[in-house]
């Protein structure tokens, strides 16, 4: 089964809450946090939902200024990860960072996130430095870049 991703909007907040709290239960954004990220949208972020049979089973956003953009957060729940739906999305993200101008795409990941690690490997990212005890938990974050024009 494939996911259609969709802008997200203020009402799959909800929906994007569940979601968010089952993959970042230590370190979950607030729903203040995301809405005011899509109060930004489409000034400089762009926030997709991913829906198998109408629900939404992931979510990603970008943040892009200038030549620069940040993936600025990208979830998929458990049962729908390795099924290409969180690679679905950051193909959507980089796609949006380059119609928007962007050089660079940027992004942090858990240090303990070998699954992400490889997603990100796999699409050209370049591991950049490190964020000691970046995250709540005191988890590394481990930086990288992607150029647009490599």
């Known amino acids: 089964m494939t996911a259609v991703l969709r802008p997200m909007t203020a009402d799959d907040l909800p929906a994007v809450m ?9 370190d979950a954004w607030s729903e203040g946090m995301l809405r005011g990220e899509l109060d930004d949208q489409p000034r400089t972020r762009h926030y997709v939902v991913a829906l198998v049979d109408d629900v939404i089973v992931g979510y990603a956003g970008l943040a892009a200024a200038g030549d620069q953009a940040d993936v600025q957060t990208i979830a ?24 928007r101008g962007a050089v660079s795409v940027f992004l942090e990941v858990r240090a303990d996130n070998p699954g992400a690690q490889a997603v990100y490997d796999r699409f050209g990212f370049e ?24």
């Open 127 to 150: 591991r950049i430095g490190l964020r000691r005890r970046y995250y709540e938990d005191g988890t590394d974050a481990i930086m990288m870049r992607k150029d647009l024009h490599a």
């Open 18 to 26: 569940e979601v968010e709290r089952k993959t970042f239960p230590a």
């Open 76 to 99: 998929v729940l458990a049962e729908w990860r390795r099924a290409g739906v969180g690679g679905a999305m950051l193909t959507e993200l980089l796609a949006e960072a380059a119609r």
